[in-house]
């Protein structure tokens, strides 16, 4: 249960309340709106996906530096290897 104090009660009055001032406000409270369980779910959970970016960013660059590569099998330990 959040209280009013909680920091996700004070984000949720923020974009519930209409802001109207500026176009830049407009846009980020419905950024806000349409992310807004994926923000709940990180103050509850404090985990982010990070780790997965990471893994992503490096099968990329073996991708990249394997270009040409004829085997398959090869590349596939190459990406098995980088990622455990």
Known sequence: MLLW????MKLFVLIVSPS???LFEITICETIRQHFEGICHYFI?????????G??????VILRQTYG??????L???LLAANH
């Open 55 to 60: 893994l992503n960013n490096r099968s990329r």
């Open 69 to 74: 590569l004829r085997n398959f099998q090869h």
């Open 5 to 8: 104090g909680h920091p996700l």
């Open 45 to 53: 959970n404090r985990t982010t996906n990070g780790a997965m970016e």
């Open 20 to 22: 109207v001032s500026f």
């Open 76 to 78: 596939r330990s190459r």
